[in-house]
């Protein structure tokens, strides 16, 4: 059975990422319960070094696109038609333009806004992380989609600098009121809230008052809107900024979005974990000499790494010393 490698299950989603989740529900409509889902960390294993990728036999195939054309080779035994993405089948705007906006808004409230991140998104994902990969690689995650969400506007935190004392014993003095800064932070809240309007309001017209975006059967742009909405939508977010505005000012969507669930994710998924048999590998992967982060962080753990054999090699050294009898 074809095996797909996604980000874990959360929420009681089949997945946290909308990537992931997008090509669950297309392979569900597609190739129902004709696949394996395997939760994993682990992207170094995918072709392109991200999740979710496939592997069939000795076939890894990653990314999304990839992954669909794939299905739709007759010589790889699926022949899988691809679903449409509109009514025209040509145009695959739709699909980019859906991926990037409703994605960048997924992202914003998993990995920018401050309380969401430190009360929901990190403690979902560091048990999921060997040691002492728990200790970096959540932060790696969240650093890796900054430059996304700066250049879509949508990284700005009012208060982030108060973010690094978050661990700190002493508690840091309470803020005076600033008037200014309240102001700040209510305009810059009503600003991402407008631009999600934009996006969501696009795909309310687009829906209007269809079941599926090309008439009565699901395409390939209903996977994409659904898992953004559901992940929009369904997760306990402390700061639940875009879910009340989802929830409340936009149930043609929400209800397109369960309509997609029902039809493919209320059924039972075989699923497992995967393993960690990469471990050691993980602590020193190829790194690009050029980017200063991979080698800090490669250098830690290598730093680790000998803290460790050090702390061995100086126990059995001195263990005859330890007990006088011996």
């Known amino acids: 059975m074809i095996e797909l490698h996604v980000w874990p299950a959360k929420w009681g989603l089949p997945s946290m990422d909308p990537t992931s989740l997008l090509l669950i529900i297309y392979m569900q409509l597609v190739i129902p319960s004709k696949f394996t889902l395997v939760e994993s960390v682990n992207p170094d294993l995918s072709p392109s070094g991200q999740l979710p990728f496939i592997k069939n036999g000795k076939d890894l195939v990653a990314p999304t696109s990839s992954i669909i054309s794939y299905l739709a080779d007759d010589a790889n035994g699926f022949g899988i038609p691809t679903l449409k993405a509109t009514s025209n089948p040509q145009d695959t705007a739709w699909l980019v333009h859906a991926e990037s906006n409703l994605g960048d808004l997924v992202l914003h409230m998993l990995y920018s806004l401050r309380a969401n991140w430190n009360e929901l998104t990190h403690p979902s994902i560091v048990y999921q992380f060997p ?181 061995v090699l100086t126990y059995m050294s001195a263990a005859p010393y330890i007990n006088p009898t011996s």
């Open 131 to 311: 040691v002492p990969q728990r200790y970096y690689a959540p932060h790696r995650l969240r650093e890796s989609y900054r430059s996304r969400l700066e250049s879509a506007g949508l990284w700005s935190l009012p208060g982030v600098e108060q973010e690094k004392k978050a661990f700190s014993k002493e508690r840091p003095p309470k803020a005076k009121g600033n008037p200014r800064d309240r102001f700040l932070r209510v305009f810059e809240r009503e600003r991402v809230v407008e631009k999600a309007r934009t996006a969501l309001d696009i795909y309310t017209r687009l829906l209007g008052a269809r079941t599926f975006f090309n008439g009565d059967q699901p395409s390939l742009l209903d996977a994409i809107v659904a898992a953004h909405i559901l992940l929009l939508s369904r997760p306990p977010f402390p700061d639940p900024l875009l879910q009340d505005l989802v929830n409340t000012s936009y149930p043609s969507l929400v209800a397109h979005a369960n309509r997609l669930y029902d039809q493919t994710l209320s059924v039972n998924i075989p699923t497992r974990k995967a393993t960690h048999e990469n471990f050691l590998g993980s602590l020193f992967p190829m790194i690009d000499s050029g980017v200063e982060s991979d080698v800090w962080e490669t250098r830690l753990r290598v730093a680790f790494i000998g803290l460790m054999l050090g702390g």
